[in-house]
């Protein structure tokens, strides 16, 4: 929940499209894994967001167990109601 999705543009680049990922130096608060380091200067972060789609359907995988026991607990109580 602490990383916010930006959009954004390169600078030196001519092209005028718009992108949306993650500040690299957030990122690696939370997932130093996913973000490398290029050039030689080390000032170029890259983010491993092929990697990061992994981490993404498991918490989509865990939230839809919460959400079926949610809805099996709303059902019972729901019934208790109605009695």
Known sequence: ???QAKTYQFRDVSDDRYFT?????????VFPQFVYYGG???????????SM???ALKAIQ??????????????ELKALLNR
């Open 1 to 3: 929940m602490t990383l």
């Open 21 to 29: 990922g993650f500040i690299a130096q957030e990122l690696e608060k």
């Open 40 to 50: 030689d200067d080390q000032v170029v972060y890259t983010v491993d967001y092929g």
């Open 53 to 55: 789609s992994v981490i």
């Open 62 to 75: 865990e939230q839809q167990v919460q959400i079926e026991y949610l809805k099996r607990e709303l059902e």
